[in-house]
């Protein structure tokens, strides 16, 4: 499929914007949505943590961050929106689950990654080429860790029978949470601490070993080392 339903979208003329790939795990989410759908799309990459930043990021999105997505009705922007969107476009890439019970808990346990988890987005923000010690781990932490092993461990056992992945096969939920299984590899977190049978520890293998955040790592690993350059 090459065009979206209702032609809001279409080849090329759709770009998502986002920020640095080694930084930005908003950017990610969608980013690996869109691969999902098997459509090409543009990229272009706002650099963070610039004084310009901002400036620069208000130049595509309304709300002043990434990432955002250009079609020709408009500027989507925010994650969540983008992949409800790109799942209303795209039926057939299966970013929501068919079976209503299984499609009904990926949007609650999506909604609650976005919601959510400010202590670990705040004490362990996202770096993909870095490897860290762990931090020190307050009681808030310690609860937002120990809540998404037990979500992904729940959510394996009920809905991950037919592949590795939270529903089996990519979902929007993956997206949302592809970023939190890099904050665990990045800072070592030791899963089994948090009452961890080995099912996430095994999810998180499972988000590094798809081919589109091979490509999303790779990609971090040039930026980095072409801004090192500068």
């Known amino acids: 499929m090459t065009t979206m339903e209702g032609g809001t979208m279409t080849g090329t ?3 998502l914007v986002i920020g640095d790939k080694n930084y930005s795990s908003w950017s990610l989410r969608p980013w690996l949505s869109l691969k999902a759908c098997g459509v090409p799309f543009n990229e272009e990459c706002v650099r963070l943590r610039l004084p310009e930043s901002k400036a620069e990021i208000f130049k595509h999105s309304p709300s002043g961050k990434v990432p955002a997505l250009k079609t020709n009705i408009g ?3 925010d994650s969540l929106a983008i992949v409800e969107f790109l799942a209303e476009q795209y039926p057939d890439a299966g970013l929501w689950p068919q079976d209503p019970t299984a499609r009904a ?25 870095s490897r860290f010690p762990m931090p020190n781990v307050s009681e808030t932490l310690a609860n937002n860790i120990r809540r998404v092993v037990a979500l ?3 959510t394996r056992a009920r809905f991950g029978h037919s592949g590795p992945l939270l529903f089996g096969t ?3 939920a993956d997206a949302m949470y592809a970023p939190v299984a890099t904050r665990f590899r990045t800072y070592g977190v030791p899963l089994a601490e948090f009452g961890d049978d080995g099912t996430a520890a095994a999810y998180v ?11 999303w790592l790779a990609d971090a690993e040039a930026e980095m080392r072409a801004s090192a350059l500068v």
């Open 170 to 172: 990519f979902t929007n």
């Open 75 to 77: 500027v989507i922007y």
């Open 13 to 15: 003329g759709c770009t």
């Open 152 to 154: 992904w461990m729940e």
């Open 105 to 129: 808990a990926a949007r609650s346990v999506s909604a609650e990654m976005h919601a959510g988890f400010q202590a670990l987005r705040n004490d362990m923000p996202m770096d993909l080429i």
């Open 205 to 215: 293998d499972a988000v590094y070993a798809m081919p589109d955040m091979a490509a």
